[in-house]
């Protein structure tokens, strides 16, 4: 069974960082794609960003150049490093995992919160 465990989530000024973990169990292959997405209550959930197993990234193009998803494969971590956050950047963010990156995700972690103040 695969569990993802998110943290790192809080409240931060417009302008501050944060950075998300998310510690995965029960994998039984590295040939998958991890990601992050992200929801606010009222809108559709969106794709932040991803990687493959072989280290390709993908991202929003909302977060392109603040945003640095990583992944250290023998902790079974991954991590979203966000920089210069906006309010817009509030969300419940999600650990995913995907059998490949373009598609659906098929685990789901509980999420973690991100407040960003204006």
């Known amino acids: 069974q695969v569990e993802l465990v998110e943290s790192g989530g809080g409240s931060v000024p417009a302008g501050g960082s944060l950075r998300l973990s998310c510690q995965a169990s029960?994998?039984?292959?590295?040939?998958?794609?991890m990601g992050w997405f992200r929801q606010v209550p009222g809108k559709e959930r969106e794709k932040v960003a991803t990687?493959?197993?072989?280290?390709?990234?993908t991202y929003a193009d909302s977060v392109k150049g603040r945003f640095t998803i990583s992944q250290d494969y023998p902790k079974n971590t991954l991590y979203l490093q966000m920089d210069n956050l906006t309010p817009d950047d509030t969300a419940m963010y999600y650990c995913?995992?995907?059998?490949?990156?373009?598609?659906?995700?098929?685990?789901w972690g509980q999420g973690t919160q991100v407040t960003v103040a204006a």
């Open positions: 995913t995992t995907m059998r490949v990156c373009q598609l659906a995700p098929n685990f």
């Open positions: 029960g994998l039984t292959t590295e040939l998958y794609c």
């Open positions: 990687i493959d197993d072989g280290g390709s990234t």
